[in-house]
Structure formats: structure tokens, C-alpha cells
């Protein structure tokens, strides 16, 4: 069973830096691909950002230039650094993984289109 077990979020101001982290057990494959969502309070989850086995990135433009993904091999962990926060990025963050590759085009898939999902952690940003 594939599992996925987050951490890393908090409270910061505003122009602060946090890194979400995503711990992955169980998955037998070496394709994959790693997205990170989000969910503003009273609104609808987004996809931000995209990490595949072919080392492709693909961000959302709300945090492109501040946000990067990574990979650390020997942990089995993705990682979300997110710098230069602001008010408006705070919400509850989620990793999922999908089965095969997503390449660069974050606008390509959607929430149906990953199968597993960490259990989210909070990030909340102050003025």
C-alpha cells in the first residue's frame, strides 16, 4: 500500500520561507509524478506545482519564481521550498502521486489524475 505522510508547514509572515516536505512508502514503480495542491480557505483546490521521474518541473504562474520541487532519493521524500510567501498562498497543502510521468505541463492533469494523496498540512501567511 502506497502511502504518502507530510509535514512541514506553519505560520510565517509575509516575504517568509517554508519547505513542505512528503515522505513516500510503498511505491513500487520508477515512474512517477509528485503533485502539490493547494486549498485557500472557501476555495477550491489548485494544482501548483508538478515533479516527475524525468526530472521535469512544472509550476502554476501563481508561484512560479518562488516556489521549487525536489527530490531527495536516499529519504524517498519530495520537497516544496517555498520563499517570498504571501498572504495569499495560505491554505492547506496536499501531495498526490500519480502513476506515470506529467512532464512539464502542469495544466495537463488535474486532481482525477493522481491516485494517492498525503493527509495535507497547514500554511498560513501574515501580513
Known amino acids: 500500500q502506497v502511502r504518502m505522510l507530510e509535514s512541514g508547514g506553519g505560520s510565517v509572515q509575509s516575504g517568509g520561507s517554508l519547505r513542505l516536505s512528503c515522505e513516500v512508502a510503498?511505491?513500487?514503480?520508477?515512474?512517477?509524478?509528485v503533485g502539490w495542491f493547494r486549498q485557500p480557505p472557501e476555495k477550491s483546490r489548485e494544482e501548483i506545482a508538478i515533479?516527475?521521474?524525468?526530472?521535469?518541473?512544472g509550476y502554476a504562474d501563481s508561484v512560479k519564481g518562488r516556489f521549487t520541487t525536489s527530490r531527495d532519493n536516499v529519504r524517498n521524500t519530495f520537497y516544496l521550498q517555498m520563499n517570498n510567501l504571501k498572504p495569499e498562498d495560505t491554505g492547506i497543502y496536499y501531495c498526490?502521486?500519480?502513476?506515470?510521468?506529467?512532464?512539464?505541463?502542469?495544466?495537463?492533469?488535474?486532481?482525477?489524475?493522481?491516485?494517492?494523496w498525503g493527509q495535507g498540512t497547514q500554511v498560513t501567511v501574515s501580513d
Open positions: 498526490a502521486l500519480r502513476r506515470w510521468q506529467c512532464g512539464y505541463y502542469i495544466d495537463a492533469y488535474s486532481e482525477g489524475d493522481f491516485d494517492t
Open positions: 510503498g511505491y513500487p514503480h520508477r515512474e512517477y509524478c
Open positions: 515533479f516527475d521521474s524525468d526530472n521535469k518541473h
